[in-house]
């Protein structure tokens, strides 16, 4: 078992930066593939980003790409989110989630086997 805790999340204005964490315990997440994603009021839950266990191979959404950085630290147990230039649009609870069984499936919500409760990030225009 792996559970996941998500914080840093906050109110900021438009083109300002928050940076999320995601403390995992239960479990070390070296084993494990990583990822956000994110659910905006009304809508589906989405992918924002994911790392491999090895933090070779990284995916972003495309709305996020050349703002958003992934990094984890597997000796700390953490996964980071650091959110740049962010947009009203990214208003949302982001999501940490982790892989540990099967094929991995970065944007694919449905392979994670463990999720944190989520952080809200507001952006206001």
């Known amino acids: 078992q792996v559970q996941l805790v998500e914080s840093g999340g906050g109110l900021v204005q438009a083109g300002g930066s928050l940076r999320l964490s995601c403390a995992a315990s239960?479990?070390?997440?070296?084993?494990?593939?990583m990822a956000w994603f994110r659910q905006a009021s009304g809508k589906e839950r989405e992918f924002v980003t994911a790392?491999?266990?090895?933090?070779?191979?990284?995916y972003y959404a495309d709305s996020v790409k050349g703002r958003f950085t992934i990094a984890r630290d597997n000796a700390k147990n953490t996964v980071y989110l650091q959110m740049n230039s962010l947009k009203p649009e990214d208003t949302a609870v982001h999501y940490c989630?982790?892989?540990?069984?099967?094929?991995?499936?970065?944007?694919?919500?449905?392979?994670?086997?463990?999720w944190g409760q989520g952080t809200q990030v507001t952006v206001s225009s």
């Open positions: 989630a982790a892989q540990s069984t099967g094929r991995w499936m970065p944007t694919r919500l449905e392979v994670y086997d463990y």
């Open positions: 239960g479990r070390t997440i070296s084993t494990c593939n």
């Open positions: 790392i491999s266990r090895s933090g070779i191979s990284i």
